[in-house]
């Protein structure tokens, strides 16, 4: 009899295990509502006899309805084409939905936060709040200008406890502040925001073809581009972040591997966008790793915890400055290029969009008091991304792979040997330019 059961449970179990789940939301690159990936899995607690004293958070802002440029590149003219075509939708299998289906985003309400976006950022300040209950609530969070991130900090201040001790402080983000804003890509003339389409497209191409061939035979009335098909997975994700739910992300329309070949197509654009393909990325996101490092480092702060937001450009650039997700490490090599083969996917490697740049991706960095065991005494530090605790190049000598202060120092020094002088590798033609980042010094 408990024999029987338990053969009875096994096969359950293996029924299960055999099963095979995929989570569309999970694959949307810049665009995957907020979720926090476990990459790596490692504990998110801070390691035994361990306390934090002290943290900084660069956040980007939550969900909106749709950004300018992938509205009117490949949503818009995907919907318009859509209201012209003569197409028998009964016959579309699962295109049929789009006899009845109408967009969810309207001109005025693009780049808007989005009320999931709302809620999002409301529960991180409530997370931020449980994570720390002994920290002081901060005086200020700090955000560039844009609508989207002033109100995705507000929406994260609601969510703190005692919210009424919260300022929120706008940034200028001007095409002259140098390395001392929230937003420095903007002004630097050696990053340009086309960087990776044309290694992106090469991708594109290859991953809809067979798409576009298989629509094509469920509705020969619509001319799918591989542009359509890119703003038809896009919905997916800008319907969801909108409307709650979207069946552009059904997986009967494209499957797992469809989804697959989006995200690998986003993750090449963004490595050589913002990440490891284009040399300036470290020196864009080390501006605020040294201030982060500054404030960690003092004896004393005005703030137990630094909050900012910002888009989706800095947090890249930031991982690179801390030398994470770089998918060269231990190959015994340094040739970022050829880890990204533009017609074939890397399935293993580290540099995932959708884990570094969700909506609301948030990348933070600890400072704790620790008394463990193993270990001296003594202050270590360590970086969270969407609270994945992530281990650092030659600076994981600590409890729970966190760094010790010495370490973090020289980790930090070295960073900036190789990613410091924003002004002299940008080269702007503004004269004022700075190489650091202040807005948390007043
Ligand atoms: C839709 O069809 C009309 C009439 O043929 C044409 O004038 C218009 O440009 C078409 N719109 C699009 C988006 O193709
Ligand atoms: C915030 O609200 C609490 C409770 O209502 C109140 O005691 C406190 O004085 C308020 N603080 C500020 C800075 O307004
Ligand atoms: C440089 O000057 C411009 C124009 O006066 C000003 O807007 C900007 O804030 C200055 N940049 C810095 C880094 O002080
Ligand atoms: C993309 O390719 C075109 C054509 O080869 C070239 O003119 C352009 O400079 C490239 N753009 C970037 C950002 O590399
Ligand atoms: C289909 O789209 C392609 C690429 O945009 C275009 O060259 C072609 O003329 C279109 N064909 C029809 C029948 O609209
Ligand atoms: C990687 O490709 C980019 C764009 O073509 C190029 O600017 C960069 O120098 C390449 N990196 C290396 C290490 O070859
Ligand atoms: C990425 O890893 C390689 C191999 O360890 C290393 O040489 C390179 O400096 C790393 N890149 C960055 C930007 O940290
Ligand atoms: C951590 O906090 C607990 C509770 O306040 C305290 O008992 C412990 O001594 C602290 N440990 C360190 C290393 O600061
Ligand atoms: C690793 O860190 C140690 C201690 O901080 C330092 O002495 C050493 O130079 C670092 N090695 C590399 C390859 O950066
Ligand atoms: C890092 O920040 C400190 C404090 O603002 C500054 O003195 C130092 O020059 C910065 N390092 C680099 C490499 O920019």
């Known amino acids: 009899m408990m024999l029987r059961s338990l053969a009875v449970s096994l096969s359950v179990a293996n029924a299960a295990v055999a ?253 050589y966008n913002a990440g490891y393909a284009n040399p300036i990325s470290g020196v864009l996101g080390f501006p605020w790793v040294n201030a982060s490092a500054s404030l960690l480092l003092e004896d004393k702060a005005d703030q137990d915890i630094y909050v900012s937001f910002t888009h989706r450009e800095l947090p890249p650039t930031v991982i690179v400055a801390l030398g994470l997700f770089n998918n060269s490490m231990y190959s015994g090599t340094n040739n970022p290029n050829a880890t990204m083969p533009l017609t074939t996917q890397n399935h293993n490697r580290v540099w995932k969009s959708s884990a570094i740049l969700p909506f609301l991706t948030n990348i933070a960095v600890e400072k704790m008091s620790c008394d463990s065991y193993g270990y001296d005494a003594g202050h270590y530090f360590r970086v969270l991304v969407n609270q994945s605790p992530q281990q650092l190049p030659n600076c994981s000598d600590g409890p729970g792979e966190s760094c010790s202060k010495s370490a973090f120092q020289d980790f930090v020094s070295r960073r900036g040997d190789e990613f410091g002088s924003f002004t002299e590798k940008c080269q702007p033609e503004y004269t004022n330019s700075t190489d650091i980042l202040t807005i948390y010094d007043a």
């Open 19 to 271: 099963a095979f789940s995929f989570n569309p939301l999970e694959h949307l690159a810049g665009i995957a509502p907020y979720f926090e990936p476990e990459d790596p899995p490692l504990d998110p607690k801070p390691p035994q006899g361990c306390n934090v004293s002290r943290a900084t958070y660069l956040v980007r802002h939550a969900a909106i309805y749709a950004n300018d440029f992938d509205y009117e590149e490949y949503i818009e003219p995907f919907t318009d084409k859509l209201e012209n075509a003569s197409v028998d939708w009964s016959k579309a299998g699962p295109l049929s939905f789009l006899g009845t289906w109408k967009t969810p985003i309207s001109d005025e309400e693009l780049e808007d936060l989005t009320k999931i976006g709302e809620l999002e950022s409301y529960k991180l300040g409530v997370d931020v709040s449980l994570r720390y209950p002994s920290l002081k609530r901060p005086n200020k969070v700090w955000t560039s200008t844009a609508e989207r991130t002033e109100l995705s900090a507000s929406s994260f201040i609601d969510g703190l406890s005692r919210s009424n001790e919260t300022k929120r402080v706008s940034v200028p983000g001007s095409e002259a502040e140098g390395a001392d804003s929230l937003t420095p890509y903007k002004g630097c003339p050696k990053y340009s925001s086309s960087y990776g389409s044309n290694q992106s497209s090469e991708y594109k191409e290859k991953y809809t073809k067979p798409i576009i061939e298989r629509f094509k035979d469920l509705a020969p009335g619509l001319n799918f581009t591989a542009d359509d098909i890119v703003g038809m997975q896009e919905l997916c994700g800008y319907e969801t972040v909108i409307r709650g739910s979207s069946h552009f992300c059904n997986l009967e329309l494209f499957t797992a591997n469809d989804w697959l070949g989006f995200e690998y197509m986003n993750d090449i654009q963004y490595f």
